[in-house]
């Protein structure tokens, strides 16, 4: 059986759903990897080196494929040169991709989306929104400590002593708790808010400060966040007007599954910030948790730089593609029997994942939003 790895084509992708390194575990599971030239080029990983490890460049690699792997949805083009029958493993936001849900359910394709795998413990060498954010999170911070135009870290010299830098994060999942490890190990003093209810024992566990609004927490199916209700929103901007405003940084990295990112901060609140600070919002490309800001950009909002997040974890692709990879090994084993790719839909991470199978959309909320 042939697993392809596909070249990326959407605008800004860097990333490759498969890294040399890995190959050899595809080939251990009775896999003939293809790959097409070029994949890893933006990667930074020449054809050469798969070539080295045993998978073959093939520009017919989607044709020959019983298995595409990519990272961003394959377009409707790529699926209409799958074989029927073919499966397809790659994000697959079925939410904005209507016409490429349909065209793999036209064409008979089984497809499976990384964002659907379950949250559960047994998916977590599976969960690809984990890892990309775990880059994004570590990204933001970077970006951060880079646009800042002072220390991060307390200084003490014999020129005298230069204060740390005050970093404040909002959300503190995947993204955000690596936000706030990453500035730490930069020496910044870090504070950090989240709505859910354990979240402010993971603050501390980094060393950060949990910012304490006294409200309510929201917690969600699934352990995720709930959506705030305005009154709510109007009362917890209110409280953390203060903290925003003595940032020297701010990271926000908040979520809610299924929904339009939750506005936390207003462009007034920003103006508040002292010359010089930055802005970071990872969610820019959702909605946006900071009023303004503009994925892809730096725009200024008072005396602050606002950066909005594109594409993070493709900005670090070498690793984000190694960790998605990994990803990936570990759900094509899940799916492989004696006889090859085999997923048996019985299991809950398979059921789960799966968009399209059998010329139908298997994903019910897909299904009710499309047909
Ligand atoms: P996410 O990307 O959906 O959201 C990011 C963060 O934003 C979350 O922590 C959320 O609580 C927070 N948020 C939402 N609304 C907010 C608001 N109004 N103000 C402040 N913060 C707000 O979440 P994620 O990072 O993907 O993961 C969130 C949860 O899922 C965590 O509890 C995490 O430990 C858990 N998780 C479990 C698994 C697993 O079991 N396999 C894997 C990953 C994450």
């Known amino acids: 059986m042939k697993i392809a790895v596909a070249r990326e084509t959407r605008d800004g992708e860097a990333r490759v759903a498969m890294v040399p390194e890995l190959v050899a575990k595809l080939t251990g599971l009775g896999y003939d990897v293809l790959v097409e030239p070029d994949a890893g080029r933006h990667a930074l990983i020449a054809d050469e080196e798969y070539a080295a490890v045993g998978a073959v460049l093939d520009s017919g690699a989607v044709e020959a494929a019983d298995v595409l792997v990519s990272v961003q949805p394959p377009g409707t083009d790529v ?20 016409e490429v849900v349909a065209a793999l359910r036209d064409g008979g394709i089984t497809s499976f989306a990384m964002e659907l795998v379950p949250r559960i413990s047994r998916a977590q060498s599976m969960d690809a929104l984990s890892s990309q954010a775990l880059v994004s999170g570590y990204r933001c911070a970077i970006v951060a400590a880079g646009m800042l135009r002072r220390f991060f870290p307390l200084n003490m010299t014999a020129a005298g002593t230069v204060p740390p830098a005050e970093v404040v994060v909002l959300g503190a999942g995947v993204a955000g708790l690596q936000a706030i490890a990453t500035a730490k190990r930069l020496g910044a003093v870090v504070k950090a808010y989240d709505v859910r209810a354990a979240a402010a024992e993971e603050i501390r566990s980094m060393g950060a400060q949990a910012i304490d609004l006294e409200l309510d927490t929201l917690e969600g199916a699934g352990g995720y966040a709930r959506e705030m209700t305005e009154e709510r929103a109007a009362l917890q901007m ?12 701010l990271i926000t990295t908040a979520a809610v599954p299924g929904r339009q990112a939750p506005l936390l901060v207003t462009s007034a609140m920003v103006e508040q910030m002292k ?6 919002d990872l969610a820019a490309e959702t909605g946006g948790n900071v009023e303004g800001a503009v994925a892809g950009e730096v725009v200024r909002i008072g005396n602050a730089q606002v950066w909005g997040g594109q594409n993070v974890p493709s900005q670090m692709p070498g690793p984000a593609s190694r960790l998605y990879a990994q990803n990936i090994v570990n759900i094509v084993t899940l799916m492989t029997g004696e006889a ?8 809950e991470i398979v059921a789960g994942s799966c968009v399209t199978h059998d010329g139908a959309i298997r994903h019910e909320p897909t299904r009710l939003a499309l047909e």
Do not use: I, K, N
Not at 79 to 98: H, I, K, Q, W, Y
Not at 275 to 280: A, I, L, T
Not at 340 to 347: T, W
């Open 79 to 98: 699926v209409r040169r799958l074989r029927p029958g073919a499966a397809t493993v790659s994000f697959l936001p079925t939410g904005s991709e209507p």
């Open 238 to 249: 209110e409280r953390l007007a203060p903290y925003v405003a003595a940032a020297d940084a």
């Open 275 to 280: 010359p010089g600070s930055v802005v970071v």
């Open 340 to 347: 090859g790719f085999a997923p048996d839909f019985e299991d």
